[in-house]
C-alpha cells in the first residue's frame, strides 16, 4: 500500500490544522492506520491509530481531547485533525498503515506498521 501525507505547515498555539493520508494499492478496509510523529531530538511516538472499521481508536496522552483520528475508506483516505496546537506538537508527521494493529500493553502500546507515508512537517510556533 502507498501513503501519501499532505496538510501540514504553520500554525500558531491554540490554532488547528487537519492532516490528510490518501492509500492506494491495496485493499485500504483491510489495514488499520495511524499517525506517527518524530520531534527533533525525541524518540519516534504513536500519536493515533483508528482499526479496521473505525471501531477502535487510540490515542497517546499528550494529544486526548485534541486530536481526532478518522478514515473514509469509500475515500481510502485517513485524517488527523488537530486543535488546540501547542509548541510540543512540532514535528514531522508519518501516516501509517498495516494489516496488524497495534497491540496494548500494561504501559502503552507496541505498533511497527510496515507501511510509512513520506511524513508532513508540522510547525506550532508564534
Known amino acids: 500500500v502507498q501513503l501519501q501525507a499532505s496538510g501540514g505547515g504553520l500554525m500558531q498555539p491554540g490554532g488547528s490544522l487537519r492532516l490528510s493520508c490518501a492509500a492506494s494499492?491495496?485493499?485500504?478496509?483491510?489495514?488499520?492506520v495511524g499517525w506517527f510523529r518524530q520531534a527533533p531530538g525525541k524518540e519516534r511516538e504513536l500519536v493515533a491509530a483508528?482499526?479496521?472499521?473505525?471501531?477502535?481508536?487510540y490515542y497517546t496522552a499528550s494529544v486526548k481531547g485534541r486530536f481526532t483520528i478518522s478514515r473514509d475508506n469509500a475515500k481510502n483516505t485517513m485524517y488527523l485533525q488537530m486543535n488546540s496546537l501547542k509548541s510540543e506538537d512540532t514535528a514531522i508527521y508519518y501516516c501509517?498503515?498495516?494489516?496488524?494493529?497495534?497491540?496494548?500493553?500494561?504501559?502503552?502500546?507496541?505498533?511497527?506498521?510496515?507501511?510509512w507515508g513520506q511524513g508532513t512537517q508540522v510547525t506550532v510556533s508564534s
Open positions: 501509517v498503515a498495516d494489516q496488524i494493529g497495534p497491540r496494548y500493553i500494561k504501559d502503552g502500546v507496541l505498533w511497527s506498521p510496515s507501511y
Open positions: 483508528v482499526s479496521q472499521t473505525a471501531i477502535s481508536t
Open positions: 494499492g491495496a485493499t485500504f478496509t483491510t489495514y488499520s
